[in-house]
């Protein structure tokens, strides 16, 4: 995969408002593997940061926003 398309799956998986379904209808990348990438190219405090921040969002993941809107 191109340095810059993991950048920008990096960039969108930061991004409070980007759901994972988004990222993959774009780069074609499941979220099963977005979070492999990013544990892969992030620092390990990094990746721990940013799972937090992610698990159970609503935005991150669509389907909840479906259940609970």
């Known amino acids: 995969m191109e340095k810059e398309i993991v950048s920008e799956i990096i960039e969108m998986a930061w991004d409070d408002q ?3 379904n988004q990222i ?3 780069h074609g990348i ?3 593997n977005v979070i492999k990438l990013m ?3 992030l620092k390990p ?3 721990k940061i940013w799972r937090k921040r992610v698990s159970g969002r609503v935005s991150k993941h669509e ?3 479906n259940d609970n809107g």
């Open 18 to 20: 980007t759901s994972f």
């Open 24 to 26: 993959e209808k774009l």
């Open 30 to 32: 499941s979220e099963k």
């Open 39 to 41: 544990r892969r190219e």
């Open 45 to 47: 405090s990094s990746f």
């Open 63 to 65: 389907n909840l926003k």
